[in-house]
């Protein structure tokens, strides 16, 4: 319960800048923590539910991800980002997440539900995807990319605007606090780092912030206007959250 506090205090003040708060769950062990609870809790009358996007995984019963997106429904959460969930740990409900948000489309249609999307992979197959109905989504986040990378994601923004997704995108971005390679083993098990550039750059005396920035410049060069950050943390998020808008010259 203390993290909670400690995160509600740093929500409060991010959410000052009219951001758009994306809340994960624990989509990786044995068992997810409940967020809608500890939003209700810790944030209610404080924030305005329009902010937030909770991430519900389809690691539960199915019966609980119904209740789950009426009760954000009716706290009055417009919108509800519907991902797999890692493949380890608690077995899914569905077998792909597209399935998942068909139901809540159905038995809960007022929610805008939010998709995935995976620059790094096959960009044609990627936009397949977007573009096929099943897909079910009314936007979608990406994996975490970075400026290491940049071509395959120009790749995968070229081929969407070429074949004409209006989908609204919002492109992954990490705060990589270090280059430790211990830490930078462990996220490699789940999203692609760069691994070499941040240890050039950390070395060099670069801040976390900086390289952060640099990431979200060099996506807004290929087009790319919507981001997420993500591992702000729990304690510091707010302090870290304003010296990368400072970077990005918008403190």
């Not at 624990?26 to 997810?32: L, R």
């Not at 397949?128 to 936007?139: E, I, N, P, R, V």
């Not at 692609?192 to 410049?217: H, M, N, Q």
């Amino acid at each position: 319960m203390d993290t909670w506090i400690d995160m509600a205090h740093e929500v409060r003040r991010i959410a000052r800048h009219d951001t758009v708060l994306f809340l994960t769950d624990n989509a990786v062990g044995a068992a997810e923590e409940e967020n809608l609870r500890h939003l209700a809790a810790n944030l209610a009358g404080e924030i305005r539910p329009e902010q937030v996007v909770p991430f519900l995984t389809s690691k539960h019963s199915l019966e609980y991800c119904v209740l789950y997106a009426a009760r954000a429904a009716a706290q009055g959460y417009r919108a509800l980002t519907v991902l797999g969930g890692d493949r380890r740990g608690a077995p899914r409900c569905v077998t792909h997440a597209y399935e998942l948000r068909q139901t809540l489309a159905t038995r809960v249609p007022g929610l805008a539900l939010g998709g995935w999307a995976n620059p790094h992979r096959d960009s044609v197959r990627q936009v397949d995807y977007l573009l096929d109905g099943a897909f079910t989504a009314s936007f979608y986040l990406t994996q975490i990319v970075s400026h290491y990378d940049l071509p395959a994601v120009e790749r995968f923004v070229a081929e969407a605007n070429r074949r004409g997704v209006t989908m609204p995108g919002v492109f992954g971005v990490f705060l990589y606090r270090s280059a430790n390679p211990r830490t930078l083993e462990r996220l490699a098990e789940f999203l692609p780092v760069p691994a070499e550039g941040l240890a050039r750059d950390f070395a060099a005396g670069r801040s976390a912030e900086a390289i952060c920035a640099d990431t979200i410049r060099g996506l807004r060069t290929i087009g790319v206007t919507r981001v997420y950050v993500s591992n702000l943390g729990v304690r510091g998020a707010a302090e870290r959250y304003h010296k990368l808008l400072t970077e990005l010259g918008e403190g």
